[in-house]
């Protein structure tokens, strides 16, 4: 059994959706309101047990599941385009997908901007300046503005571990001294 199908099926449902949407937000100049409501959303998403409990479940039906994300796109203001999306998506039982949605919105819209998010785990937390000076080589190396999203892993030591896209840099002393136990280990 293949373990990786359902995580690239719910993917690829969360990919036409997030397509859709955002042409239409592009269509209508509503992109920059349509970050703001991601941001928006994904937080309401990891706040609320209750919202998490209503898409993801069973017992809920179609048309109760859609009246309650339109009641929720309403109060939070959502761009049309997101609210009419989450409807559909309600409608069609494809609210599970939520949060991978939210990420190829995210994508999208950096892309859109000529940006690429470089994910930073490092031992302490990174200043301001920090922060800057390493979104400024990493655009040297990309050519693309830079958004760094920090967060920080005490057992690293020290050092950076950077994600961008499909490539990852680890500086971090951990990483240097597992390499350096495996060289022991074959040595002796």
């Known amino acids: 059994m293949d373990v990786s199908e359902p995580a690239s099926i719910s993917t690829g449902i969360a990919e036409r959706y997030a397509t859709a949407i955002f042409e239409l937000s592009k269509e209508a100049k509503s992109l920059a309101k349509l970050e703001e409501n991601l941001t928006d959303l994904s937080a309401a998403y990891e706040a609320s047990a209750d919202l998490r409990d209503l898409i993801a479940s069973p017992v809920v039906s179609r048309s109760e599941q859609q009246a309650a994300i339109t009641a929720v796109a309403d109060k939070m203001g959502l761009v049309p385009e997101l609210k009419k999306g989450l409807a559909l998506m309600a409608s069609k039982r494809r609210l599970f997908v939520l949060p991978q949605l939210v990420r190829q919105l995210r994508e999208m819209i950096a892309d859109d901007k000529g940006e690429v998010t470089a994910d930073v785990t490092s031992a302490v ?9 390493l979104a400024e080589t990493l655009k040297k190396t990309v050519g693309k503005d ?31 001294l597992n390499s350096l136990q495996n060289a022991m280990k074959e040595v002796g």
């Open 125 to 133: 937390k990174l200043t301001a300046a920090q922060s800057k000076s």
């Open 146 to 176: 830079v958004k760094i999203n920090a967060t920080v892993d005490e057992s690293l030591i020290g050092g950076l571990v950077v994600k961008v896209g499909s490539k990852m840099i680890d500086t971090s002393i951990r990483s240097r």
